[in-house]
């Protein structure tokens, strides 16, 4: 059984407003993750909020996924996996970033297929490791004790961890309007939406 976990309870400081709801390819960027990750073989589908849960529960489509709310999101992405590993059923577990759209099913895919039996196994491309990452049952006590934004990393750099090759370079994650304009790339709609929704709030 694999069980997939969006991690999406960041309170967005940098940005300054809730990134799980800056539009995105006609919706929201969280939503399309949520999509991407609906669409992948996973038997349990489990999304970790925190930083604006209401408004987030109110604007994405979340159904079919477990909500999981992370009251301590300030302490790191590592308080929202120990969250939600109180309701992971699978015996493996694929992360995902809530901010990251470029990950795609196919990522995924590529990542259990090359797992084989690893208990930790992590996408290898070309410009480095990166995002999603999947871990055994056998690690989830590991996982259950880490602490802040990096704990994962440390975990992955004890080892052992199997490294899946997978084409191109790290997929964008969105902290800064920066990224996300360099997240959006070509499609300015979309930008000019939030440019005015965020015109809109200032008044």
Same mark, same amino acid.
């Given at each position: 059984?694999?069980?997939?976990?969006?991690?999406?309870?960041?309170?967005?400081? @940098?940005?300054?407003?809730?990134?799980?709801?800056?539009?995105?390819? !006609?919706?929201?960027?969280?939503?399309?993750?949520?999509?991407?990750? %609906?669409? =992948?073989?996973?038997?349990?589908?489990?999304?970790?909020?925190?930083?604006? +849960?209401?408004?987030?529960?109110?604007?994405?489509?979340?159904? *079919? +996924?477990?909500?999981?709310?992370?009251?301590?999101?300030?302490?790191? =992405?590592?308080?929202?996996?120990?969250?939600?590993?109180?309701?992971? @059923?699978?015996?493996?577990?694929?992360?995902?970033?809530?901010?990251?759209?470029?990950?795609?099913?196919?990522?995924?895919?590529?990542?259990?297929? *090359?797992? *084989?039996?690893? +208990?930790?196994?992590?996408?290898?491309?070309?410009?480095? @490791?990166?995002?999603?990452? +999947?871990?055994?049952?056998?690690?989830? !006590?590991?996982?259950?004790?880490?602490?802040?934004?990096?704990?994962?990393?440390?975990?992955?750099?004890?080892?052992?961890?199997?490294?899946? $090759?997978? $084409?191109?370079?790290?997929?964008?994650?969105?902290?800064?309007?920066?990224?996300?304009?360099?997240?959006?790339?070509?499609?300015?709609?979309?930008?000019?939406?939030?440019?005015?929704?965020?015109?809109? !709030?200032? %008044?």
């Amino acid at each position: 059984m694999i069980s997939g976990l969006v991690l999406a309870a960041g309170g967005s400081r @940098r940005l300054g407003r809730p990134k799980q709801l800056l539009p995105y390819s !006609g919706g929201t960027l969280l939503g399309h993750v949520v999509q991407t990750a %609906r669409s =992948c073989a996973f038997d349990q589908l489990v999304v970790a909020v925190g930083g604006a +849960a209401d408004d987030v529960r109110a604007e994405v489509d979340l159904d *079919g +996924a477990e909500v999981v709310v992370n009251d301590a999101y300030g302490e790191g =992405c590592s308080s929202s996996i120990a969250a939600a590993l109180e309701v992971v @059923r699978g015996d493996v577990l694929v992360l995902m970033l809530g901010d990251q759209p470029g990950v795609t099913a196919e990522t995924v895919s590529a990542l259990l297929a *090359g797992r *084989g039996e690893a +208990a930790l196994a992590v996408c290898r491309y070309d410009d480095g @490791r990166g995002h999603p990452i +999947a871990f055994s049952r056998s690690v989830f !006590g590991e996982l259950a004790n880490l602490h802040g934004d990096k704990g994962v990393w440390k975990l992955l750099d004890r080892g052992p961890v199997t490294e899946v $090759p997978v $084409p191109g370079p790290i997929p964008l994650d969105v902290d800064t309007e920066e990224d996300y304009a360099a997240v959006l790339g070509p499609n300015k709609f979309d930008l000019a939406s939030s440019l005015r929704g965020t015109s809109r !709030g200032a %008044r």
